[in-house]
């Protein structure tokens, strides 16, 4: 099996301002995107 490499993307979300505000603070993540990151790893 050959792995391929992995790039970082850049994209553009719309997100609930307030909803991000609340989960950065449940979560002490400085960023956004250390947040969706996390996110994703959680759902993954």
Do not use: F, G, H, S
Request: net charge negative; hydrophobic share 50%; charged share 20%.
């Amino acid at each position: 099996m050959r792995l391929l490499p992995i790039y970082p993307m850049q994209i553009t979300l719309n997100l609930d301002e307030a909803l991000l505000k609340e989960a950065l603070q449940l979560t002490n993540l400085t960023n956004q995107e250390e947040l969706v990151n996390l996110a994703l790893q959680e759902l993954v």
